[in-house]
C-alpha cells in the first residue's frame, strides 16, 4: 500500500511569510503526528490529530497550526515565518492514537519536507 | 520535560567493527522504539521493546531494554556500509507524556568500506 505522502518536498520561503504542509497518510490511519527536525533540536514533537481532533500538542508558538481532515489527510501551517523556522517537516501515521503506556503502535514516517527560509 | 540522550551522537568506522548506541533517560517509559533515518528520508522502525530487561536480535543488530526502563542501547555486529544512517530512540508513554514520542538527539553513523 503507499506510504505516507508530503507536498511539496522542498520549498524556499523568506521570513514573515507563511507556509502550509500536506501529509496524507497510509490509507486506513486515522492518526497523524507533525515533527520538526533540525540538526541542533533533533526530532521535535508538534502535534497530532485523530479524526479531526488535535490530541496533543508539543510546545511551539502559536505561530504553528495544524488541522485534519475528514480524510484523515492533514495540513500544518507555519505563519509568520522566521529563520528558525528553516527544518525538515516529517508527518508520520499511525493506527491508533497517540503512543501512551497502552500503545507501541508504529509511527509511519513520511519523506518530510525542507523548508528554507530566507 | 522527559529527555532522552543519545551517545555517541556521531560514529565512524570501518566495515566489520562493532559498535553499541546507548540511549538514556532519567525518567521511565513504557516502551522505546529505535527508528532509522537514511538522508532524505523518513524514519523507519526497527524495534519496539517494552518490558525492562528485553532483549530483541534482528539479524546484527541487537537491541536491549534497560531493566528500569529508563535506558536503551542498540549493539551492531560486524557493521556494513549498507549499516550508514542515523539511528534514533524514541520513548513512549511515560509519566505526564501519554500522547506523544519523545526522541533522542540521534546518532548519526558512518560506515566506510
Known amino acids: 500500500k503507499a506510504g505516507v505522502t508530503q507536498t511539496p518536498r522542498y520549498l524556499i520561503k523568506t521570513r514573515g511569510q507563511q507556509v502550509t504542509l500536506s501529509c496524507s497518510p497510509i490509507?486506513?490511519?486515522?492518526?497523524v503526528s507533525w515533527y520538526q527536525q533540525t540538526p541542533g533540536q533533533g526530532l521535535q514533537f508538534l502535534f497530532e490529530?485523530?479524526?479531526?481532533?488535535?490530541?496533543n500538542k508539543g510546545n511551539f508558538p502559536g505561530r504553528f497550526s495544524g488541522r485534519q481532515f475528514s480524510n484523515s489527510r492533514s495540513e500544518m501551517n507555519v505563519s509568520t515565518l522566521e529563520l528558525g523556522d528553516s527544518a525538515l517537516y516529517l508527518c508520520?501515521?499511525?493506527?491508533?492514537?497517540?503512543?501512551?503506556?497502552?500503545?507501541?503502535?508504529?509511527?509511519?514516517f513520511g519523506e518530510g519536507s525542507r523548508l528554507t527560509v530566507l | 520535560t522527559q529527555l532522552l540522550e543519545q551517545s555517541p551522537q556521531f560514529l565512524s568506522i570501518q566495515e566489520g567493527e562493532n559498535l553499541t548506541v546507548y540511549c538514556n533517560s532519567s525518567s521511565v517509559f513504557s516502551s522505546l522504539q529505535w527508528y532509522r533515518q537514511e538522508p532524505g528520508e523518513g524514519p523507519v522502525l526497527l524495534v519496539t521493546?517494552?518490558?525492562?530487561?528485553e532483549v530483541k536480535k534482528l539479524k546484527r543488530l541487537t537491541f536491549q531494554f534497560g531493566d528500569a526502563r529508563k535506558d536503551s542501547s542498540l549493539h551492531i555486529t560486524a557493521a556494513q556500509p549498507g549499516d550508514t544512517g542515523l539511528y534514533l530512540c524514541?520513548?513512549?508513554?511515560?509519566?505526564?507524556?501519554?500522547?506523544?514520542?519523545?526522541f533522542g538527539q540521534g546518532t548519526t553513523l558512518q560506515v566506510k568500506p
Open positions: 521493546v517494552v518490558t525492562g530487561g
Open positions: 524514541a520513548g513512549a508513554g511515560g509519566s505526564g507524556n501519554t500522547g506523544k514520542l519523545i
Open positions: 508520520a501515521s499511525s493506527l491508533r492514537p497517540g503512543t501512551g503506556s497502552l500503545s507501541t503502535g508504529e509511527l509511519f
Open positions: 490529530y485523530f479524526s479531526e481532533t488535535q490530541r
Open positions: 490509507s486506513g490511519h486515522r492518526s
